[in-house]
Structure formats: C-alpha cells, structure tokens
C-alpha cells in the first residue's frame, strides 16, 4: 500500500521574473543562472492538488494477477447471471420499492391460503428473493470497489502530471536558449493547446474532402433528376397531342379519305342543263 503524502497549495516557483528571481510571495536573493533550470524542475503543487505518492512496483503485477483470478472467479460465477431479454422497458425490468415492500406480505398470505393461487408457490417466491438479495449485495461491493480502484486511476494520473509538468516547465525555460530542446519541446505545447491542433489538419482535409463529394454526387444526382422529369413531361405532351388532334389540321395527301361524293350541283356541271323528267312546266 503506498503512502500518499498531501501538498498544500503553494507559490509558483516554476516561472523565473526578468531578474532570474522566481515569481512568489517571498524573494530570497538573486538566482544563479545555473540554478534556474534547476528550480524550474522543481515540481510545484498547482492550486487543489491532491498528493504525490512513491511509485509502488508491484502495482502493475498486482493488477495483473487480480483481473486473471477474477477472469476465472467471474466464469464461475456468471453462470448464475441472467440478461433482460430484448425489448424489456425499465418499469417491467425494475420493480417499484412499493412492490418490494408488498412481495413478502403476498408470501405470507399464499401460505396462509395455498388454494388462492396454486401456480404461486410461496417457496419459489422465497428464493428468487433470496436471489437477488444476494446479488445485490455483490452490486454493492462492486461499487464500492470500484470506486476505490477508479480513485487509484485518477491520483496515479495526477502524479504522474505532477512531475512530468516539472519536465515541462524546465524544458519550456531552456528551449528559449537551447534549439534542441525548443523542438522536442514544440509538439508537446502543441499537445497542451486548447482549441485545434495541429495534427489535426490531414483530417479536417479528408473530411473538405469527402463534404466536396458528397455534394458533386448530390448535384449530379438532382441533373438526373432534372433530366428525367424533362423527359416525362415531353413523353406526356406527346401523348396528349395524339389523343386530342387539333380540329383543321391539313392531311397529307397519301391518307386515303374513301370514295369522293359527288353532290347534285357537281353532277349538273358534269351533264349540262338540268332536265325535268315530267316535261315542262304548264304555260311555257
């Protein structure tokens, strides 16, 4: 078990003034120059910190032989476990306290009275209570458990900021004077910034990318679309022209009409004067 030792918040050390006196609330005399590096390595407790702790070797071999003995604890145990069928909603999954409070109360008057509902079998009730009593009280130690192990997670990653940022903070002082170290120094910066990073550039182009096709496929698709109800409305002005012919429009001349008719003034042209069959008229 490690021992975690607390550190009350105090003045800033890390950032040395246009003097070479770190900044703080109390000023102890001039800084060499071959000390600033050196006091700006020293870790510094931010404002809430919590605690450092000595690293505990035998954590990692710990952790690893927990999860397999409680891989091979767990295959035991989940056989007794059961998974809400599919489409369960969270009132039918999920008894209201009232029901809890009632269920050993209908025990006590099935046995009373076992003729009240034969398929209700008191001692079956009984155990399924038992049941989840029982589990219950592993959801409770899991919990808790847990809790304390996610706490574990969250202070060891604190730690391990606390003194990788007393790295930061000397890097980021000798980088002003040192090339070498302002490279090494610029990708973790840039992984500190808030807002985009820089390594996100390739993705936000794939991304341009892919938005300018997904719009050409959309404009070629709506073309189309424009070209096809182009085509149905000519196919539908064609077929109604041929099923309402307009009234005096000229016929061609090898459309055969029948046998002309010949009407009584044609044949008087065609015979001469007309003749009336029952002779003159009277008086002439």
Do not use: C
Request: glycine share 6%.
């Amino acid at each position: 078990m490690r021992t975690r030792v607390s550190h009350k918040p105090g003045p800033s050390t890390s950032t040395p003034s246009s003097t070479g006196t770190p900044v703080g609330k109390e000023v102890q005399g001039p800084v060499p120059a071959d000390n600033a590096a050196a006091q700006a390595a020293t870790p510094v407790a931010a404002p809430g910190a919590l605690s450092v702790a000595t690293p505990d070797p035998g954590a990692v071999a710990a952790a690893k032989a927990f999860r397999e003995a409680l891989q091979a604890a767990w295959e035991a145990f989940s056989q007794h476990l059961r998974t809400l069928p599919p489409g369960t909603g969270r009132r039918g999954a999920k008894p209201s306290t009232r029901r809890l409070a009632a269920t050993p109360l209908i025990v006590g008057l099935l046995r009373e009275f076992p003729d009240l509902a034969p398929r209700s079998d008191p001692d079956v009730i009984d155990a399924e209570i038992a049941d989840a009593n029982a589990m219950q009280l592993v959801v409770l130690d899991l919990q808790a458990k847990s809790k304390l192990v996610a706490d574990t997670v969250r202070l060891d990653r604190v730690d391990a900021w606390y003194l990788a940022s007393a790295g930061y903070s000397a890097g980021l002082h000798l980088a002003k004077t040192d090339r070498a170290v302002m490279v090494k120094v610029a990708p973790i910066r840039d992984a500190l910034k808030r807002g985009p990073r820089l390594d996100t550039a390739p993705l936000t182009t794939a991304s341009a990318t892919t938005v300018a096709a997904k719009a050409q496929t959309r404009a070629a698709r709506a073309q189309l679309r424009v070209q096809a109800a182009s085509q149905s409305h000519a196919r539908a002005v064609q077929a109604n022209a041929a099923r309402h012919p307009v009234v005096g429009t000229p016929v061609p001349a090898s459309v055969s009409q029948g046998p002309a008719v010949t009407t009584p003034a044609d044949a008087a042209s065609n015979q001469g004067p007309a003749v009336n069959p029952q002779g003159p008229a009277p008086g002439r």
